[in-house]
């Protein structure tokens, strides 16, 4: 007979095997005051691709903020300019405004661009985008930027920090580079794409019958029942045993509503994180009132990628042009407690002793 003596009862200790969450500690890399030259090379240009081509939410907010920021044309101060710019082909058959769109889209994935401008005369021919992974950036033992080195496939080829446009996302500090757009948003990303996998991979199962319990330990037997078993589900038949032979359950499984949950949640603080809101990239789900303010929050965001690139064709190439702005959502929004008919705050006449009842 078992013992029930509550004075035997233990705890579990989880403090050794549970750690607490802590924040990795992060150092600016900078130049080498003790050489010559020191070399930044964008090792992880790659990866960060990877996560660009292989998961949709990526690709579409990277997609949607430089749409957004250049897709609607520009304007150039300078006719002259317009001209130039209207000629530029890339590698053969871009325009100006798609070189941009790449150039944006690359520095938000990898936290850096850049385009090499070819002139002739001092006047431009031709502007071409070179994938980061191809670049070093040369710093003297100062810190200051020196020149640029491009990979030709079998050596690197300098090329004059006045002939390259060199875009940086969010510098932070003295480093040497800018910052992916992923880099606060990975654990994240990584959570979502094992969400959505355990996902498929469950969905997929749910072709499958559940567990058999045999009345027979007979492993011959029971490779064969399995056999036919797999047979039938692949090929969507049915199953004939004997009766009494199996006894067949489903998969014991929670509810998909909770699965489903997880992954809008983990979608949502993506785009949170990544500084689109999911409205610009999708209405789905979404009511008219949050996809205004979503364009309203969205504003800023947008102009800034807008105003960063114009100061960086002006600062480093001498190009004075201005992207046209998307239509403003600002107007649309309540700006007096007068014109906002759901608030709950006082109003002025709520504080007028009255005889007539509202």
Known sequence: MAELNISQATTTNFSGTVPDFIVQSKALDNANPDGIETYYYFDKATQYMGYYFGI????????????????????????????????????????????????????????????????????????????????????????????????NGSEWKEVSKDNMLHSINKKFGDQMHGTSQLVASKFVIDALNEALADERTIKHRDKALGIAYYQTDKAGKIAYANSQIEK?????????????????EAYPSRSSEDRSGWITLLQNKFYQDFGVPRTIAS????????????????????????????????????????????????????????????????????????????
Do not use: C
């Open 283 to 358: 209405s789905d789900g979404t009511s008219e009132v949050g996809g205004k303010m979503g364009h309203v929050i969205f504003e800023p965001i947008y102009t800034k990628e807008q105003m960063d690139l114009e100061d960086d064709l002006a600062n480093q190439q001498a190009i004075f042009i201005t992207f046209n702005r998307p239509p403003s959502l600002g107007g649309l929004v309540q700006d007096e407690e007068a014109k906002n008919t759901g608030q709950t705050r006082l109003q002025p006449n709520d504080t007028a002793i009255t005889m007539n009842r509202e």
């Open 56 to 151: 949709s939410e990526v690709f579409n907010a990277a997609n949607a903020l430089a749409t957004w920021a250049v897709a609607r044309g520009w304007k150039a101060k300078d006719p002259q300019t317009k001209v130039e710019l209207d000629h530029v082909r890339g590698m053969g058959k871009d325009t100006f405004t798609q070189i941009m769109w790449n150039h944006v889209v690359t520095k938000l994935i990898v936290g850096d661009a850049f385009i090499e401008v070819k002139r002739k005369d001092g006047t431009i021919v031709n502007m071409i985008n070179i994938s980061p992974e191809r670049v070093r950036i040369v710093f003297d033992k100062s810190g200051m930027l020196k020149r640029y080195d491009v990979w």
């Open 232 to 248: 039938a589900v692949k090929n969507g038949e049915m199953v004939g045993l004997p009766e009494g032979t199996v006894k067949i």
